[in-house]
């Protein structure tokens, strides 16, 4: 760690002296911007590092809900992710999910920084996805089709914006007030975004689905070759964003093939039925190296569901500077 790094933390130091830095949300999206984002995870898989060796998060029972860990380490740090998932907490005014990160030296495992988690994830899971998107999008790509208008889409739509010239943003969701909010947002963005359906998907360049669905949110059969498909909102093996007459058709990008079969849905599904074969998955860092190319006849889908060495890779950014 450098001295910088040091006095960007204590900027940031709360309660007695000495005691770890607390970064807020608004800190952190001060610190990482989503593009810087993706730039950190793209040079992180550039690095040599390999997915593969990320620990599995844990999901451990607790009360209505579950409790997950998602430790990780790079270089000279490590970090941990403790996130609660508590479905009724709705109803009682709190979020249904909760994080703080913890970030360490991986030398001493001194703690070095808290910060808050939840703001991670909306980070890290558009940037993952941008990153993919990147290399798997045609150049030319102009027509963007979003499913879901929480904070995912907006996210997403925000950090799509940043890698092609989007002439055409549609959001398709089941809320109409919510649709609504999330086409300004896009237009808030300088993009010309409108409300649409499902089969807004038949001339898409990129569509990106961020959904909790646990059924398939369009037709299959209605993606053109050219399209790159990112679908990042379920990750556990009975939910599913993909039919399964997509999958088979694509060429199927993951963040890690072990990791897809254990908690992707879409792959899974896939895979048990026949349309997928799983030693055809294609593995994201292979992509960004160069190892394995796009191929560019047939659909690129990519499928994410999150991992612990992402939060870990936008945490240091929030602490080393530019």
Request: with cysteine.
């Amino acid at each position: 760690m450098t001295a910088e790094t040091t006095s960007n933390q204590n900027q940031h130091t709360v309660g007695a002296a000495g005691s770890p830095a607390w970064y807020t949300s608004e800190q952190i999206l001060d610190a990482v911007s989503v593009d810087r984002a993706r730039k950190l995870l793209e040079s992180t898989l550039a690095s040599g590092f390999r997915p593969q060796d990320d620990p599995a998060r844990s999901n451990i029972p607790a009360g209505t809900g579950h409790l997950l860990l998602m430790p990780s380490v790079l270089g000279d740090w490590a970090g941990i992710k403790v996130a609660s998932v508590s479905p009724k907490n709705p109803e009682q005014g709190l979020p249904r999910i909760q994080a703080t990160y913890v970030l360490m030296d991986s030398a001493t495992l001194t703690v070095q920084a808290l910060m808050e988690g939840n703001v991670l994830t909306t980070l890290r899971t558009p940037a993952i996805s941008a990153v993919a998107a990147d290399y798997l999008a045609t150049p030319d790509a102009s027509k963007l089709v979003v499913f879901g208008t929480g904070p995912q889409a907006l996210s997403h739509i925000e950090a799509f914006s940043k890698i092609r010239s989007f002439t055409d943003v549609v959001v398709c969701g089941r809320t109409p007030e919510k649709v609504d909010a999330a086409v300004e947002h896009a237009r808030s963005l300088g993009l010309a975004a409108r409300s649409g359906d499902a089969t807004e998907v038949s001339d898409a360049d990129v569509v990106v689905c961020t959904t909790s669905a646990a059924e398939p949110l369009f037709d299959g059969a209605l993606v053109p070759d050219t399209a790159c498909v990112v679908a990042m909102g379920s990750h556990e093996p009975e939910f599913r964003e993909l039919d399964s007459t997509l999958m088979g058709r694509a060429q199927v990008v993951v963040e890690d093939r072990a990791t897809a079969m254990r908690e992707a849905g879409d792959v899974i599904q896939a895979v048990n039925d026949g349309s997928l074969a799983e030693d055809t998955l294609v593995d994201l860092v292979d992509i960004v190296t160069g190892a394995t190319k796009p191929d560019l006849e047939r659909p690129r889908v990519f499928k994410c569901v999150g991992m612990s060495w992402q939060d870990l890779a936008v945490a240091i950014g929030v602490v080393e500077p530019e």
